[in-house]
């Protein structure tokens, strides 16, 4: 589908396959919820060959459709103007590594000292008005990319892709014992709180189902120490770091499940994120290469 966007407007020409569509319909490909679609439509957002029309109106092959969908907001987290690693960025996502050691938002937004601050400060320096938006998140001592939606009216269908396993997500991680050299398992066993600890989970019969799959990279005979490349199909809270340590290789210097005294950085790192890009439908792959000292 051709498209161009020329802030605050997405001017779209639409396909053969869309003709007879409803604009309702038609906004439907991106998750646009109705209360949305009623927004874009009271408030004169929605163009079909330059003149404002309603959600109903049926599409024909070469119409021009605008949508007023990059819309000026201000940050909603107070600006903290830190140093900010931005791997990648498009009108759409922004993408950035988060160090260990850093939430990924407060629980406050009159709060500060977070990756969402920082984000928050970088749009003010670059000029834009964008609220910030995570599309997932990392535990605190895990370090790597985290993804931002810049647009809310793409929000929904990147929320919808993380539900339904389309982003991809791949983590390394250092962990206690040497495992067989380039073996491949999968771990796929629910998880659910821990009723002992309030803070922590494990694999649990009547917990949510959670799938990880493992190669290992290196071993270090000597530090009784293995990387390994984990790739996930579901989600859950700490699901890597409850999956690792039930089959006896805790990550490294992780306080809440490996009994050895934590002596540095817990060493998960998320290295590589891949989706599908909402609007073209190009492949995005973003690598955000290990820390010094992980391995």
Known sequence: MDFLIDSPWLNLIIPRQAEGQTIADFLMVWSCSKAYRYKLETEQRILLNDQPVRQNVKLKTADRLALKVFQQEEPDFVPWDQPLTVLYEDELVLSVSKPSGMIVHPDDKQKSGTLANQVAAYYHRTGQHCTVRPIHRLDEGTSGIVLFSKCPFFQPRLDQALAQKQIYRTYLAVVSGVMKPKAKLTIDQPIGRDRHQSKAYRISST????CTHIEVLQCRQKQHQTLVRCELETGRTHQI????A?????????????????????KLHAWKCVWTDPLSGCRREVVDELPQAFW
């Open 241 to 244: 770091r409850v999956h690792l």
């Open 246 to 266: 039930s089959i006896q290789h805790p990550i490294i210097n992780d306080p809440l499940y490996n009994p050895r005294p934590v002596q540095g950085r817990m």
């Open 207 to 210: 917990g949510k189902p959670a």
